[in-house]
């Protein structure tokens, strides 16, 4: 085999690598050779070498071993990713082809098949996997916080089927269908754009509070949302930032808390969303975000507002201690031109103050220590959220726990404060016991409108797919929020997740 057809064999296996060209450092390759740019590309990345005289004597014949070791040297800078199944059979023949020399240059062949493997796993078909979450739930009310109709209730809370595609180098489908309708609510392409960009194009979610790890418990208080539209990303030395427009048409709005429901007429509406990340040190990062809603009208139960447009801030914080102990701080700002109007305040505000810490500290328990405290008027926007279950965002086991929260603007005139802990113990690989304790204080003008809730659980992992977890759960409300309908309850849950 002549050097240079060996070259242009070899330079499709790292066409997909980072292009870095140099000067071609060979004196027998002119620049008006036909393979001038491969063999500059494939030195200039280490993957071939010269004789000391500075010469590549590209027609003479190539020995096995040089042509081993080349192919040693192109697997070690294939881009795993980005590989066309063209090349990823390349690859597959050339190992097996050169096998024995490639074990006498001392080579991991096994290394080699299992990188092959990687490549063959992201190419070619379809790939699936979901999972099934099943809760049976036993209350001691009827029709109470839990339950609906009976103090017996058997669900599946969820359902999901997910699918991807890789398209080529470039373009890869995801799709997600879920519910017992088999309900599209994820369908878009994922494309690596110039620059270093990633597009997402179609119907997707983002979840940026999750993303930054600001919630143990249910849901985001907002900034979790699924859009139809565009959603760039692109990670920087120091960090990273993504930013969204979405469109919407005719969009109603029903929010019911049991105290009211608003019916929000937005009519056409477009959404604009940023969040920017700084890596300032390794222990410290910062991070700003905001969505913009720009509406083309705004009803509140039928009440038109001069209004056309709202406005979420969010400044936010991570300090690692340790690998073990986090602070995490958010702050919350609304603009709502619409509520003014009422004569309230149009500018609300909240935060919330975390301390995370592993049980790698403590040696025996994990621990999630929250305070957050929110204005009145402020909204959650977890109604509209990635799961759109309208519950809140401590709500993880059905009962309402912060009702003043769920109200729109115009009619959460409660100032909110809440402490909320988690304590997590892995005893093996199997067995975890866990508990968790909200305590909610609702400012309504001296009213008792406070929630406390209280769980204890354990976790059982069966097997890697399958995993069990009963919990008792239990919450109490205070004497006024009971005269609006809300109702001491508790439960035990059986629940059955499987992934697959």
Same mark, same amino acid.
Request: aromatic residues 16%.
């Given at each position: 085999m002549?050097?240079f057809?060996?070259?242009?064999? &070899? &330079?499709?296996? $790292?066409?997909?690598?980072?292009?870095?060209?140099?000067?071609?450092?060979?004196?027998?390759?002119?620049?008006?050779?036909?393979?001038?740019?491969?063999?500059?590309?494939?030195?200039?990345?280490?993957?071939?070498?010269?004789?000391?005289?500075?010469?590549?004597?590209?027609?003479?014949?190539? =020995?096995?071993?040089?042509?081993?070791?080349?192919?040693?040297?192109?697997?070690?800078?294939?881009?795993?990713?980005?590989?066309s /199944?063209?090349?990823?059979?390349?690859?597959?023949?050339?190992?097996?082809?050169? /096998?024995?020399?490639?074990? *006498?240059?001392?080579?991991?062949?096994? #290394?080699?098949?299992?990188?092959?493997?990687?490549?063959?796993?992201?190419?070619?078909?379809?790939?699936?996997? !979901?999972?099934?979450?099943?809760? *049976?739930?036993?209350?001691?009310? #009827?029709?109470?916080?839990?339950?609906?109709?009976?103090?017996?209730?058997? /669900?599946?809370?969820?359902?999901r089927?997910?699918?991807? /595609?890789?398209?080529?180098?470039?373009? =890869?489908?995801?799709?997600? &269908?879920?519910?017992?309708?088999?309900?599209?609510?994820?369908?878009?392409?994922?494309?690596?754009m110039?620059?270093?960009?990633?597009?997402?194009?179609g119907?997707?979610?983002?979840d940026?509070?999750?993303?930054?790890?600001?919630?143990?418990?249910?849901?985001?208080?907002?900034?979790?949302?699924?859009?139809? !539209?565009?959603?760039?990303?692109?990670?920087?030395?120091?960090?990273?930032?993504?930013?969204?427009? +979405?469109?919407?048409?005719?969009?109603?709005?029903?929010? #019911?808390?049991? &105290?009211?429901?608003? $019916?929000?007429?937005?009519?056409?509406?477009?959404?604009?969303?940023?969040?920017?990340?700084f890596? %300032?040190?390794?222990?410290?990062?910062?991070?700003?975000?905001?969505?913009?809603?720009?509406?083309?009208?705004?009803?509140?139960?039928?009440?038109?507002?001069?209004?056309?447009?709202?406005?979420?801030?969010?400044?936010?914080?991570?300090?690692?201690?340790?690998?073990?102990?986090?602070?995490?701080?958010?702050?919350?700002?609304?603009?709502?031109?619409? %509520?003014?109007?009422?004569?309230?305040?149009?500018?609300?505000?909240?935060?919330?103050?975390?301390?995370?810490?592993?049980?790698?500290?403590?040696?025996? =328990?994990?621990?999630?220590?929250?305070?957050?405290?929110?204005?009145?008027?402020?909204?959650?926007?977890?109604?509209?959220?990635?799961?759109?279950?309208?519950?809140?965002?401590?709500?993880?086991?059905?009962?309402?726990?912060?009702?003043?929260? +769920?109200?729109?603007?115009?009619?959460?005139?409660?100032?909110?404060?809440?402490?909320?802990?988690?304590? #997590?113990?892995?005893? =093996?690989?199997?067995?975890g016991t866990?508990?968790?304790?909200?305590?909610?204080?609702?400012?309504? !003008?001296?009213?008792?409108?406070? %929630?406390?809730?209280?769980?204890?659980?354990?976790?059982?992992?069966?097997?890697?797919?399958?995993?069990?977890?009963?919990?008792?759960?239990?919450?109490?409300?205070?004497?006024?929020?009971?005269?609006?309908?809300?109702?001491?309850?508790?439960?035990?849950?059986?629940?059955?997740?499987?992934?697959?």
């Amino acid at each position: 085999m002549k050097k240079f057809a060996a070259i242009i064999a &070899v &330079v499709a296996l $790292v066409a997909f690598a980072a292009p870095a060209f140099a000067a071609n450092p060979f004196m027998d390759v002119p620049m008006n050779s036909w393979a001038y740019d491969a063999v500059s590309q494939l030195a200039s990345q280490g993957v071939i070498s010269g004789y000391p005289d500075g010469t590549f004597k590209g027609n003479q014949p190539m =020995t096995r071993y040089e042509m081993a070791s080349i192919v040693a040297r192109a697997l070690a800078v294939v881009d795993m990713n980005k590989a066309s /199944k063209q090349d990823v059979e390349m690859l597959k023949r050339l190992v097996v082809e050169f /096998k024995d020399e490639l074990d *006498a240059l001392g080579v991991d062949v096994a #290394d080699l098949d299992s990188r092959v493997a990687v490549l063959e796993e992201n190419l070619g078909g379809w790939k699936f996997w !979901g999972e099934l979450r099943f809760d *049976a739930y036993f209350a001691d009310e #009827d029709d109470g916080a839990y339950t609906s109709g009976s103090d017996v209730d058997f /669900k599946e809370s969820r359902f999901r089927l997910w699918m991807t /595609k890789v398209v080529d180098d470039k373009v =890869t489908f995801i799709g997600r &269908v879920g519910g017992s309708s088999l309900a599209w609510n994820r369908f878009y392409a994922e494309i690596d754009m110039p620059y270093e960009f990633t597009a997402w194009i179609g119907k997707w979610c983002y979840d940026w509070e999750g993303s930054k790890g600001f919630y143990a418990d249910n849901d985001a208080w907002f900034g979790d949302q699924t859009e139809d !539209g565009f959603y760039m990303t692109r990670n920087f030395s120091m960090g990273d930032f993504a930013f969204f427009v +979405s469109h919407h048409e005719g969009t109603t709005s029903i929010l #019911d808390d049991s &105290v009211g429901t608003d $019916v929000v007429d937005a009519g056409e509406w477009f959404k604009y969303g940023l969040d920017v990340n700084f890596n %300032v040190t390794e222990a410290l990062r910062l991070g700003l975000g905001g969505q913009y809603y720009d509406y083309d009208s705004f009803t509140v139960n039928g009440l038109p507002f001069d209004g056309d447009s709202v406005a979420y801030y969010n400044a936010n914080f991570t300090f690692d201690f340790t690998p073990e102990i986090a602070l995490k701080g958010i702050y919350m700002m609304e603009d709502l031109p619409y %509520v003014s109007e009422l004569g309230l305040d149009d500018s609300p505000s909240a935060f919330r103050a975390i301390l995370d810490v592993s049980q790698e500290a403590f040696g025996f =328990t994990s621990l999630w220590l929250e305070y957050a405290s929110a204005d009145d008027t402020f909204v959650l926007l977890d109604s509209a959220g990635c799961e759109a279950d309208g519950s809140g965002p401590y709500d993880n086991y059905g009962a309402s726990i912060t009702p003043g929260l +769920s109200a729109f603007g115009a009619l959460n005139q409660i100032e909110t404060d809440v402490l909320f802990a988690r304590l #997590d113990q892995g005893w =093996t690989d199997k067995w975890g016991t866990f508990q968790r304790f909200v305590d909610v204080s609702h400012d309504a !003008g001296g009213g008792d409108l406070d %929630v406390t809730n209280f769980t204890f659980g354990v976790k059982y992992q069966y097997t890697p797919a399958l995993y069990f977890e009963l919990a008792y759960d239990d919450v109490d409300y205070g004497d006024d929020l009971a005269d609006l309908g809300f109702n001491d309850d508790s439960m035990v849950r059986l629940r059955t997740h499987l992934k697959f």
